[in-house]
T-cell receptor
């Protein structure tokens, strides 16, 4: 049973455009929703995270939108840059327990 | 994150040998996760450990795989009698007792020949 479903699997965006990656989760006990960025040959790096008491969190060009009733959350990358090209993973979990990861989205930003 | 140290970075083993992967968490972190990542795939949970305690090993294969996190020293993921299908990147992540942010190491890339 996949606890976190992520889409799309791959995404190509023009430089300056908006990249949007979506995730849905099953378990209503989850209270922590991080996004990770992974470059080839590297470990995932925490990008931004949100808790369900807020509907949106913004850090620079990265924004998480959270819809508790729909059990969905998304990552928006504004003004996408070629350096943003990486694989992005959403995750969800309950504090103190294991995280469940989405299957990843390979983002390519073309100049 | 440079704070979580995994070694070796690359490991080559012949079929039937044992592989030992080490993970030193960030200072002050007492919990570690181990994940496996196959090429072009996502991260698959394997085991969640606290010092001297296995909290959740539901993602670990029943045979050949074991993990420990002793009171002193790094966490160890041990794979006995490796097979070609064990070839993957293995990542360790550590988090603090509050259990919020998890920081990943650079991974160990295991190749079974």
């Amino acid at each position: 049973q996949q606890q976190v479903k992520q889409s799309p699997q791959s995404l190509i965006v023009q430089k300056g455009g908006i990249s949007i990656i979506n995730c849905a989760y099953e378990n209503t006990a989850f209270d922590y929703f991080p996004w990770y960025q992974q470059f080839p040959g590297k470990g995932p790096a925490l990008l931004i995270a949100i808790r369900p008491d807020v509907s949106e969190k913004k850090e620079g060009r990265f924004t998480i939108s959270f819809n508790k009733s729909a059990k969905q959350f998304s990552l928006h990358i504004m003004d996408s840059q070629p350096g943003d090209s990486a694989t992005y993973f959403c995750a969800a979990g309950a504090t103190g327990n294991q995280f469940y990861f989405g299957t990843g989205t390979s983002l390519t930003v073309i100049p | 994150n440079a704070g979580v140290m995994q070694n070796p970075r690359h490991l080559v083993r012949r079929r039937g040998q044992e592989a030992r992967l080490r993970c030193s968490p960030m200072k002050g972190h007492s919990h570690v996760y181990w994940y496996r990542q196959l090429p072009e795939e996502g991260l698959k949970f394997m085991v969640y450990l606290q010092k001297e305690n296995i909290i959740d090993e539901s993602g670990m294969p029943k045979e050949r795989f074991s993990a420990e996190f002793p009171k002193e020293g790094p966490s160890i993921l041990r794979i006995q009698q490796v097979v070609r299908g064990d070839s993957a990147a293995y990542f360790c992540a550590s988090l603090n007792m509050v259990g919020t942010e998890a920081f990943f190491g650079q991974g160990t890339r295991l190749t079974v020949v």
